[in-house]
């Protein structure tokens, strides 16, 4: 696919043939763990530490890397698409921005991380016109602290999609693997309403 094609490419919509990605158990260890304390560069530009999160809730939805109109995606847009689980990181941010009221209204703050800097992040976070920022995990010291699960794809570190929600530090839920995408706001907001019925 030429960069003109990519142009017209539409991210925010996820073709109907991808691969659905497996549980490979990567994420087994993660429930009921209480997150180390680690600074993250926020779009927001403040450093966000989400194990000092004060909100009732906090959800972090992780994902490989948004794309850009005009860019070619990492190693060309089939070898992208073929990878279970990659595609679909800006309809993944826009359910998070069109559920964002449901989810305050739930205690919820939300955040996006990804390994992108945060550079990359403020042109996503302004495109997309996203209420909450983006952490930038660029050194891996989040993903490598929890053991989370990443891979390598045309010379780049990513972090495999996955959704942590949060209590008080502490790890109480998490989605993976996330498919499709545009779900997984809805999924949380399931989770955490039934939980607030309790």
Known sequence: MTAQDMAADNFLSLPTDLPIPQDDGACD??????????????????????????????????????????????????????????????????????????LKALGASVYGLSTQDTAYQSEAVERLHLPFPLLSDAQLAFAKALQLPTFTFAGLDLIKRLTLIIRAGRIEEVFYPVFPSDADAEHVIAWLTSRSDK
């Open 29 to 102: 260890h993660l429930r009921g763990l209480t997150l180390p304390s680690i600074a993250l560069q926020a779009t927001s530009g403040t450093t966000i530490d989400l194990s000092k999160e004060k909100s009732p809730w906090v959800v972090v939805y992780c994902y490989p890397r948004t794309g850009r109109p005009g860019h070619e995606l990492p190693g060309g847009a089939d070898k992208w698409n073929a990878i279970p689980g990659a595609r679909g990181c800006s309809p993944q941010s826009c359910a998070y921005r069109d559920h964002h009221v449901e």
